[in-house]
């Protein structure tokens, strides 16, 4: 199954805040990427519509078992790929920043091991 890189992103926004807020909104969700209300309110829409998320009466986003599935996939590879890459020197901003766009193009071959290797030579402090 395809799904767009923005969708990705959309997931895994919904994911983390769910984890720091409890409860999200498509408020919280254009806070958080700094996107209008009206494209935020569009993607909902297009997430619903592809049965990534559920809508409450009250406005309260959730994932779906697939939409989470896709939103937990791409949230590993960024946290894994943020940690490697500043493990090789880059400074953290531009870690996390580089890894945003790596994880959606990587293949799941080439994260498995870098996955591997990270958990093989944790960063020692």
Same mark, same amino acid.
């Given at each position: ?18 984890? #720091?807020? %409890?409860?999200? #909104? ?23 519509? %592809? ?7 009250? %406005? ?7 939409? #989470? ?7 590993? #590879? ?48």
């Amino acid at each position: 199954m395809h799904i767009y890189e923005s969708a990705e992103n959309y997931l895994e926004t919904i994911l983390i805040l769910s984890i #720091r807020l %409890g409860q999200v #909104r498509s408020i919280d969700i254009a806070n958080e990427l700094s996107f209008s209300k009206p494209s935020v309110s569009v993607a909902m829409k297009n997430l619903r519509n %592809g049965g990534y998320i559920i809508t409450n009466r009250e %406005g309260l986003i959730s994932l779906t078992d697939t939409g #989470r599935a896709i939103a937990e996939r791409i949230y590993e #590879r960024h946290t894994v790929l943020t940690q490697w890459l500043i493990s090789l020197g880059v400074n953290p901003e531009t870690a996390a920043a580089d890894a945003c766009r790596i994880e959606h193009v990587i293949s799941a071959d080439t994260f498995a091991a870098i996955k591997a290797h990270v958990n093989q030579n944790p960063e020692k402090e």
